[in-house]
């Protein structure tokens, strides 16, 4: 019998398969709570449940957690992790611990098939969506000793290619049954698929940045091939639409490049693209992925653009760059993985 993976369900689904039992709803607050706010991989073994519960439940379920299979540590102490699912598919996890904010990079995908030409995880190809389980886990399972305060969905993948789990991992990552962190605290990036990006403003009250690159639909589908189905415009436009909520935070997260995406033509254009929308503008340096001789652009360019897009009105940030070494920034997950060169450097 397929034993039901316990993480990933909300507190009404938990009470949904132990109420056969006899069990009530307090019940079901008390194992979200240990497989939630504790990390409890064995629920055998845990405190507060009775010897029927923990009997009824080692019949029928699994906890669902599972820790990483290796780790590497960053000279700024930035940690990637290696992940397997138990029916093999390989992503990775980042955690970037900073002096308030402890902030972990999820996966959606094993892989991805967005095709972006400046991401290494497009290379490794797609090799499977993961489940709001284990999208939950990493943030669970780190064992790294360090209260999470925020989450990022940047890591492997492309969120609005699997939006359902997106959305109930959210669901559990802020509810108070759940890991509860709060709503502002989770940000959720998308190359701009424009379905899935509605349900989501519609359903979800966390964050949401689009993957920009450039102002220019010509310049942006050579980079982001997504664009020529789910143009970048589009995708603004519903932000500005809902802008006015004020629950959230709308960004675009842009990439600069010297020489190719960092020109005052491209500032003149992002302005114009983001002025008086209330949309932020995150800058960041680009990571050069093997084979490509671009460089970013150096950090007074990256000051200047940020200086005129304040000056314009519009909110922005340079942002710095954290793992770099170890492949863990932006653009770089999945590197060596399609070799099967396997994190070794197990350090935690
Ligand atoms: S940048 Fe994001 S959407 Fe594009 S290929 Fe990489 S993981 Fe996929």
Redesign the pocket.
């Known amino acids: 019998m397929n034993k039901t993976s316990l993480c990933g369900l909300s507190v009404e689904e938990i009470f949904k398969i132990i109420q056969p039992g006899g069990f009530t709803r307090a019940h079901a607050l008390k194992i979200s709570n240990l497989i939630y706010k504790r990390g409890a991989r064995d629920l055998s073994a845990a405190n507060g449940l009775s010897g029927k519960l923990r009997n009824f439940l080692s019949q029928i379920s699994q906890t669902g957690l599972y820790p990483p299979v290796s780790s590497l540590l960053s000279s700024d102490g930035t940690i990637k992790y290696l992940n397997r699912t138990p029916d093999n598919r390989l992503f990775e996890t980042v955690l970037i611990p900073d002096k308030k904010r402890n902030t972990v990079c999820v996966s959606t995908q094993s892989g991805?098939r967005?095709?972006?030409s400046?991401?290494m995880?497009?290379r490794y190809g797609y090799h499977g969506d993961l489940s709001a389980g284990e999208i939950v886990n990493q943030v669970i399972s780190l064992n790294s000793g360090v209260n999470v305060t925020h989450v990022v969905f940047m890591g492997?993948?492309?969120p609005m290619d699997n939006p359902e789990n997106v959305l109930k991992a959210c669901d559990i990552l802020t509810s108070e049954w759940g890991v509860a962190i709060a709503r502002r605290n989770i940000t959720v990036?998308t190359?701009g698929i424009t379905d899935p990006v509605i349900e989501f403003i519609n359903r979800s009250e966390c964050n949401l940045t689009l993957?920009l690159f450039s102002p220019f639909p010509e310049e942006r589908v050579k980079i982001?091939p997504a664009e020529k189905a789910f143009p970048a415009w589009k995708t603004i436009g519903i932000m500005k639409d809902h802008s006015l909520q004020k629950k959230r935070r709308f960004s675009v997260a842009y990439i600069m490049i010297k020489g190719i995406n960092d020109t005052d033509r491209h500032l003149a254009g992002l302005i114009d693209l983001i002025k008086g929308s209330g949309i932020r503008v995150n800058l960041l340096p680009y990571h050069p992925v093997p084979g490509d001789n671009n460089i970013s652009s150096p950090d007074d360019r990256m000051m200047y653009f940020k200086h005129n897009l304040v000056n314009a009105g519009i909110s922005a940030s340079v942002r710095r760059s954290r793992g770099a070494d170890i492949n863990a920034a932006c653009?770089l997950l999945a590197s060596g993985l399609e070799m099967g060169n396997i994190l070794s450097n197990n350090e935690l």
Do not use: H, L, N
Request: glycine residues 18%.
């Open positions: 991805c967005m095709g972006c400046f991401c995880t497009a492997m993948g492309e990036s190359v993957s982001i653009g």
